[in-house]
């Protein structure tokens, strides 16, 4: 297997969506590339460092406005 | 690295740590007409939805205006809801339009989601180097939502999208696709690209070596 293969199959690889047979050619070509090892760990982590980051607070305006306009326009679906 | 096997599972927030369980109770007052029903609800998830408009968007004004729509929208057509997905996936493909049709007004020539994406050698990783474990605990908090905001904004509105919905949001792949109007070989391509691009963005600032 070469290292393109390997970034060809990288999403797939990651979300477990591949077929036992090439996932088992993948593992053993990981563990005898350092490189290709690396590139799928560091690809990880990004994937885990977005999904773990906290969204920070709304802006205190940006929140006020939201919450005026919903007030008015519930107001009207109410009415 | 230290171990020759990986675990290809990201450590993900399981669904269920996601929605909390009152979730469908809140969606059937609102439905109801319990405005305050409605309100927790956009309480819980305007911090997510904002992040979202913005990283689509990259417009602070823009953001606030396809947040705000999105919510209003979801309040009118709550009724439609019929509770085949999570609540959260429903109000997440709402949102995404809204900051799609802001993206695209301010960006009209620039913003197809339908290009072929070319999947030549460019790919093809230039930079290989360890980041060693935990590298986002090298930042504060603040500073590396600069990082990802900035690196998130430097990517193809095409990938970034497809990036927000499948790895931020959780969407499945499928419905990724559905909500943006591509297939699922669509999808998977712009998803291991903007992965891959975000994964070299990242590499100056995680690589062994800074702060350390």
């Known amino acids: 297997m070469k290292c393109k293969t390997i970034i060809t199959e990288l999403a797939d690889?990651?979300?477990?969506?591949l077929d036992p047979a090439l996932r088992t050619q993948i593992e053993e070509h990981l563990g005898k590339c350092k490189d290709c090892r690396v590139?799928?760990?560091?690809?990880?982590?990004?994937?885990?460092?977005?999904c773990n980051s906290e969204p920070a607070p709304l802006p205190s305006s940006t929140r006020v406005r939201l919450h005026e306009a919903l007030a008015k326009r519930l107001r009207r679906v109410r009415a | 690295m230290s171990s020759s096997k990986l675990?290809?599972?990201p450590r993900r927030p399981l669904p269920s740590q996601v929605v909390k369980d009152d979730e469908p109770v809140l969606v059937a007052a609102a439905?109801?007409?319990?405005?305050?029903a409605f309100e927790t609800l956009v309480g819980r998830y305007e911090r997510k939805i904002f992040r979202l408009t913005q990283n689509i968007t990259q417009n602070r004004e823009d953001a606030e205006d396809a947040m705000q729509e999105a919510f209003l929208k979801a309040y009118e057509h709550l009724q439609n809801f019929e509770g085949n997905s999570r609540f959260y996936t429903w109000l997440v493909r709402i949102a995404v339009n809204q900051a799609l049709m802001?993206?695209?007004?301010r960006r009209p020539n620039v913003v197809s989601l339908d290009e072929e994406v070319d999947t030549g050698e460019d790919m093809v990783p230039r930079e290989v180097e360890d980041w060693g474990p935990s590298p986002a605990d090298r930042y504060a908090q603040t500073e590396l939502a600069d990082i990802l905001g900035k690196t998130i904004g430097e990517l193809d509105p095409s990938f970034r999208v497809v990036f927000q919905l499948r790895d931020i949001e959780e969407l499945s792949t499928e419905e990724t696709a559905e909500a943006l109007g591509l297939t699922v070989p669509a999808v998977k391509s712009r998803l291991l690209r903007a992965r891959l691009k975000l994964r070299q963005a990242l590499n100056q600032y995680f690589h062994r070596g800074e702060h350390q």
């Open chain 1, 13 to 17: 690889y990651l979300d477990e969506a």
């Open chain 1, 39 to 50: 590139v799928v760990d560091t690809c990880k982590q990004t994937i885990e460092i977005f």
């Open chain 2, 7 to 9: 675990d290809p599972t």
């Open chain 2, 31 to 36: 439905k109801g007409g319990d405005v305050s």
């Open chain 2, 102 to 105: 802001k993206l695209r007004k």
